[in-house]
């Protein structure tokens, strides 16, 4: 786990949680469509002395995993935003594993984008049929629009190259995002689309933030694209620097947060520099994964931070009272998230499988 030296600094003259946050707030919030297998997203929202921030662990992660995720709140909540390069990101469009028909409904909350993720694979191989009709209607629905997909690690690898193959005969493609689960099948992947000559660069998502080490993507030569999430990887800060060090392609990405914690993962792509950021394969400024805020029914602030002709701009966002009160959790809910953020703090405090962000 990276910490970066100025949440370790933190973390050193803070006891508890409860003297840095002086606001704890559970919510859950509607999603308008079902997406990663969740209709209702619960979140954690904090308060320091920064500002708002976000403590986002889906709630199957135990612990250690959740952690890193504590680490990316501490910062937000304890520090400022790093300085950012530009006044607003792109952002791509994002369409969950929906039936063709509904795809241009959901297309039309993203005027503008230069790019689209498709989510791919919700049922494996066995998808493949709907995958490429939602794939084809998104091609007419955004026709300017560069295409990526994204199946979660669904496929096999034997798989991967049927649905690999077949996708690329609907049009280009930016990249397919971890089609196989692991960076050792990723790598193997790559290395059959190259000798394949299949024009589908492969990105990394799952083998970098659920990995002990995020660094092992590049090393392998698994991925032409790194996506990276502000909050798994302990914050903006550790990302920028595992960034850094991967010295591949990024794409910033939400993890399904409130627009609270979709202003940090903005923060993030802001503080990359573009001459590094797309080199080539992502076209000259890389459209962030951040405009997840149009899928949910309900939001912690009004406005939630959605995109605006392809793009968000920067800056913390205030959760409005009145919507945190109608979206907070229920007791027991709450009490799970009040118990959990304790217990993390427990585990980052005694710096169990820590490291230091270089
Ligand atoms: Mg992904």
Redesign the pocket.
Known sequence: MLISPEVRTVLDHTAAPGDLFERVVPVALPMKARFRGLTVRETCLVKGPAGWAEFAPFTEYDVPEASRWLLAAVESAALPLPRPLRDRVLVNATIPAVPAHRVPAIAAHYPGVSAV?VKIAERGIASLDEDLARVAAVRRALPDAAVRC?A?GAYTHDEAKTALTALARTGPLQYV??PVPDVHGLARLREWVSIARLPVPI?A??SIRKVSDPLSVAALGAADVI?VKAQPLGGIRAAASIIEAAGLPAVV?SALESSVGLAAGAALAAHLPLSSAGQGLLGPEPAA?LGTAALFAADVAAPGLRPQDGSLPLGRVEPDEDLLAAHAAGPERARFWTERLEACWTHVARGEDSGRAG
């Open positions: 993720k994204d979660n995002e971890q990105a998502d799952e996506v990405s994964g």
